[in-house]
């Protein structure tokens, strides 16, 4: 996991695998980001299971508390069908790349997934 600040963002990309025994080094990156809208770069993600959905749902929920966005980018297919799958997709804004999110910007939503 690398941390970035992209304004407006701060931007964090994950590397390799999502799982259960990686969820802490992202929940740390997502802590460690700070700032209210945070960008996950997802380029260089190569798998996420259930736990790294639980984060992201956890990310999202801490992010509207904190009147803040996120937003993914770099969605390779198998975890974009992950993501429409349990419904996050309607409520994550998702762009091609980092320099896509930064143009468009935070999109709030105060919709609970």
């Keep these: ?20 025994t990686t969820t802490g080094r992202l ?3 997502l802590r460690a980001a700070g700032g209210p809208d945070v960008l996950l770069d997802l380029s260089q993600m190569t798998f996420m299971d259930s736990a790294g959905i ?10 509207r508390e904190r009147g803040g966005s996120i937003a993914v980018c770099g969605l390779l297919p198998s975890p974009r069908k992950v993501l429409e799958l349990v419904g996050l997709a ?23 997934p």
Excluded: C, W
């Design 1 to 20: 996991m690398r941390t970035a600040r992209s304004e407006p963002f701060a931007v964090v990309t994950v590397i390799g695998e999502v799982d259960a």
């Design 27 to 29: 929940r740390d990156a």
């Design 54 to 63: 639980r984060v992201l749902l956890d990310a999202y929920k801490q992010a």
């Design 90 to 112: 309607e409520h994550i804004p998702a762009y091609a790349t980092v320099a896509e999110a930064i143009a468009a910007g935070p999109q709030r939503s105060n919709a609970t």
